[in-house]
């Protein structure tokens, strides 16, 4: 089943910043998030596996929250090449194909 | 690390022919591929799971007849469009798991084929 992301869209000025939500009805095992610029494929972020951790990577960062079946990725201090549309994809279990969201586009402005 | 490549990177054909696109993980064996499609502004959405010296497992819509999925090796999963129409035009890509242990619930992305059907 499709993961549901929130919000759809965002636009932000540079150096604010941004939460986007990914929430399943299902078990999750793994929680992929990916960004994707126009016309290129998704490029790898960060996965973050049950046990409710959370992950960093420079300013960006997320959380997995296995009870609640929700991960949040989070955007600080936001620069202009974070634009693009951010997918989750979850997992129900390990090495399963993932299920993708329909994506959150965030547009970062000077 | 964790290279995927595709190719080609874009094709253009006539109705009714048939395109094979390639997906190979450079730099590590992949026991697991998995082909995603994806039109214009929408989301990726799985058409099958391949799996080395196994028949792919296909979701439910998509036709293993028109789609047909090779994993002939640990490096390599095929996917052969045949008979292509216009609705077929789309973004595909490909993404492979390693096999290594410890690493299986990683994915990572090819670079993506776009396919136009004219």
Known sequence: QQPVQSPQAVILREGEDAVINCSSSKALYSVHWYRQKHGEAPVFLMILLKGGEQKGHEKISASFNEKKQQSSLYLTASQLSYSGTYFCGTASNSGYALNFGKGTSLLVTP | ?118
């Open chain 2, 1 to 118: 690390g964790a290279v995927v490549s595709q190719h080609p990177s874009r094709v253009i054909c006539k109705s009714g022919t048939s395109v094979k696109i390639e997906c190979r993980s450079l730099d590590f064996q992949a026991t697991t591929m998995f082909w995603y499609r994806q039109f214009p502004k929408q989301s990726l959405m799985l058409m099958a799971t391949s799996n080395e010296g196994s028949k792919a497992t296909y979701e439910q819509g998509v036709e293993k007849d028109k789609f047909l999925i090779n994993h002939a090796s640990l490096t390599l999963s095929t996917l052969t469009v045949t008979s292509a129409h216009p609705e077929d035009s789309s973004f595909y890509i490909c993404s492979a798991s390693p096999s290594a242990s410890g690493r299986r619930n990683e994915q990572f992305f090819g670079p993506g084929t776009r396919l136009t059907v004219l």
